[in-house]
């Protein structure tokens, strides 16, 4: 297991600075949630960990090595993403397609080890893809292949995972299934989540952003308060404890939108 730390991390896009000198402390083995209003510049941040886009300052570290200078190779067996967009050109099976998560190892066309195969039906096994093996990927559906292309990250077999809105097209099972394996695997794990109450119940620890600055940071608890929520997101809510777990729920009505409270200074058009 490693950790991950972003040191003074900002990040700049068509001239316009979108994440501003962002510390961030990922202890090993933690799931960490991103969180945050539309445009807070959470995808951003994830994109320069997974090295989409190079910082225009500070540093991106896994266990004290900058990923900006490891080869690509090197980089990919150190951290694996699941981002957003989960398209595909080509229409490779199943099993085709988790099996690209060996391509960091691979050297010209070596067929799989046979403990390799067994990573890859384990983490098709693990998603449940596995009796989509051999089904091609466009004839999924987003939520299929959305745990399809979490599977090729975990046969990729990272220090470090980033995941960017995981949940996007999962039912509810799926959900709880998922964000349930990233409590369950040895990985540092950084993950965006809109659903304040999933994050709080899946993460360790979160970080909120707004304006691509980090509000807070902490365990769930300390940043889920009725406060910060209103403050960040111009939403006011009620923040009480799940009757099971005790981890915070944030509790809202449908009703009309009390005037809006938002820092001016937290406000920007961030992605």
Known sequence: MSDLRLDGLSATLAGVEIVHALDLHVGSGQVFGLVGPNGSGKSTALR?????????????????????????????????????????????????????????????????????????RSAMERTDVAHLAGRGILSLSGGERQRVLLARALVQEPDVLVLDEPTNHLDLRHQIDLLGHLRDTDLTVVVVLHDLNLAAAACDRLGLLAGGRLVAAGTPAQVLTGERIAQVYGVEVTVTAHPLTGDPQVLYSLGPSPARTVDPALEGNHR
Request: proline share 4%; with cysteine.
């Open 48 to 120: 320069c960990v997974y090295r989409a886009l190079r910082p225009s300052a500070g540093v991106v570290r896994v266990d004290g090595d900058d990923v900006a200078r490891l080869t690509p190779r090197a980089s990919a067996q150190r951290v694996a993403a699941l981002t957003q967009d989960g398209s595909a050109d080509l229409d490779l099976t199943v099993a085709d397609v988790v099996a690209l998560g060996r391509v960091p190892y691979q050297r010209g066309n070596r067929r799989l080890t046979a403990r390799e195969r067994e990573l890859c």
